[in-house]
């Protein structure tokens, strides 16, 4: 361990805030110097204050969609708790095999943002609405192949995260 002593989960933790710390230090440089995307300058008040409500007009609703998933499933969590940690695993189990499912939902509708946007942008409505109909159906495919897919696998895959029979069924 180069001298160093095991750090165990704080060392996961330290390795985790320095890699980032070193990857936000990377990031500024090459938006600054490289890109030149970055302006360093004091703005008045009433710019800082026109700055907030654009960034909160778009960011309070993505951030509240994004946090959203968090509270549900910790209230299903709590919940379900009453059953005891036999339950309260299989819920853990099932979120991370349902956020594997999701991924792809989100995957999409990262990638459609910029394309409604630019087709809206550019008046081209009948693109938008072809994505979004496409979307539609995909989405339902999706999620009806997620079902079958659990419907008939539920058991393997949750005995994959757990060996207690309980937690499996």
């Not at 805030?17 to 890109?35: C, F, G, N």
């Not at 708790?81 to 349902?98: D, I, K």
């Not at 630019?118 to 409505?125: E, F, H, P």
């Not at 109909?133 to 009806?144: D, E, H």
Request: glycine residues 8%.
């Amino acid at each position: 361990l180069f001298g160093f002593p095991r750090l165990e989960l704080a060392g996961a933790a330290l390795a985790t805030v320095v890699s980032r710390a070193l990857t936000l230090v990377v990031a500024l440089y090459i938006l600054h110097y490289k890109k030149r995307m970055l302006a360093i300058f004091i703005p008045s008040f009433k710019e800082m204050i026109r700055s907030c409500k654009e960034l909160l007009y778009v960011g309070l609703p993505a951030s509240m969609t994004n946090i959203l998933f968090a509270v549900t499933t910790g209230v299903v969590t709590r919940i379900v708790s009453v059953y005891g940690p036999g339950a309260v695993a299989a819920v853990g189990v099932g979120t991370r095999l349902e956020s594997l499912i999701i991924m792809v939902y989100f995957s999409m509708m990262t990638a459609l943002v910029p394309f409604f946007g630019q087709n809206w942008g550019a008046g081209k409505l009948d693109r938008v609405h072809e994505a979004q109909r496409k979307s539609y159906i995909f989405s339902m495919v999706w999620g009806a192949a997620a079902f079958i897919l659990f419907l008939f696998t539920g058991k393997f895959l949750g005995g994959i995260f757990s060996r207690d029979p309980y937690v499996v069924a």
